[in-house]
């Protein structure tokens, strides 16, 4: 927590104010500090620390201090406009002006309709995206104590079943009419050409396939962090296939680049051109291709068709 000092380097003005995170890249929320900033640009100010603080009242009496020992007031020396402290901080629960009032349906609308309007433009979009790449996004880098707290707030808040905010309850027809409009022309079910089933191995070995990701948690009993963890108390997810009116899908050039050659049961050699038809005779999952064994086939060789593929 600390009292900052930013100053223009073209006309000497200067503007105090306080951060909590002390964060290098925080130059303050004023007006007019930002409304200087846009006209000189950030590169024509230096930011510097004026004091360290122990917490919030501290540093809110600090503020106000270094506001009134500078005169950062006076328009003609720096861009201040009040006195310091966050008042706001007061202002919560009943202190709140607001408190216990709502906005009638009439400024709902207003806020609705302008917030319409408000759309980010493409500089805004590239600085957001910079600024969550790789190891600036707060949802990659995760401790394993983190990952499990959020493993067990998933499982508490499991909204399935006996737990769902919607249990005992039904959609209005107005909502149902709303959502089959959005739903118009799109396909969805095993009609959607991105419906995925999943592969599942029991802790017994049994290989399953369950069609939807609510279908796996509901069998297994198991969070949505089971799908990028892979396993949960000995169920691992082993594969995922896309299917399309209950038949897998399989990339049009993938399925004629190899000849398999595989061993059936009994010892018979089979040989293939195509993995859709392995499927079809053997009744098996694309992860037959990966584990290169099925209830007794097994893969022994695969040789490319067309190097020109």
């Not at 590169?43 to 503020?63: A, G, Q, S, V, Y």
């Not at 302008?114 to 880098?141: I, T, Y």
């Not at 198991?222 to 995922?240: A, V, W």
Request: net charge positive; proline share 1%.
């Amino acid at each position: 927590m600390i009292i900052y000092k930013i100053t223009n380097l073209i006309n000497n003005k200067f503007y105090i104010g306080q951060d909590i995170k002390n964060d290098p890249k925080y130059f303050g929320s004023g007006k007019l500090i930002n409304s200087a900033i846009k006209k000189y640009g950030i590169e024509n100010f230096k930011k510097e620390i004026l004091e360290f603080c122990t917490d919030e009242k501290h540093m809110d009496e600090r503020e106000i201090f270094w506001i009134k020992e500078l005169d950062a007031t006076n328009r003609k020396i720096a861009y201040n406009i009040c006195e310091g402290g966050k008042s706001y901080r007061t202002m919560r629960g009943e202190n709140n002006a607001r408190f216990g009032k709502h906005h009638s349906e009439e400024t709902k609308n207003i806020i609705r309709e302008k917030r319409k309007l408000q759309k980010m433009s493409k500089e805004q979009k590239d600085v957001l995206r910079e600024k969550w790449k790789g190891e600036g996004n707060p949802g990659k880098n995760k401790s394993k104590e983190t990952i499990e707290k959020l493993r067990i707030v998933a499982k508490e808040l499991n909204r399935y079943g006996e737990t769902s905010s919607m249990i005992g309850k039904k959609h209005s027809d107005e909502t149902k009419k709303h959502w089959s409009e959005i739903r118009k022309g799109k396909n969805t079910g095993e009609s959607n050409a991105t419906s995925v089933r999943y592969i599942i191995e029991s802790p017994e070995g049994e290989i399953i396939k369950i069609e939807t990701k609510k279908a796996v948690m509901n069998f297994i009993g198991c969070s949505e962090f089971f799908f990028s963890s892979k396993k949960y108390k000995n169920y691992k997810l082993i594969g995922k296939e896309k299917i399309h009116n209950n038949k897998i899908i399989i990339d049009k050039q993938e399925d004629e680049y190899y000849t398999y050659y595989i061993e059936a049961p009994n010892g018979e050699e089979l040989i293939f051109n195509k993995k859709s038809e392995i499927i079809e005779k053997i009744k098996c999952s694309l992860y037959f291709f990966k584990s290169k064994k099925f209830k007794g086939y097994k893969i022994i060789n695969r040789i490319v068709k067309n190097n020109n593929l």
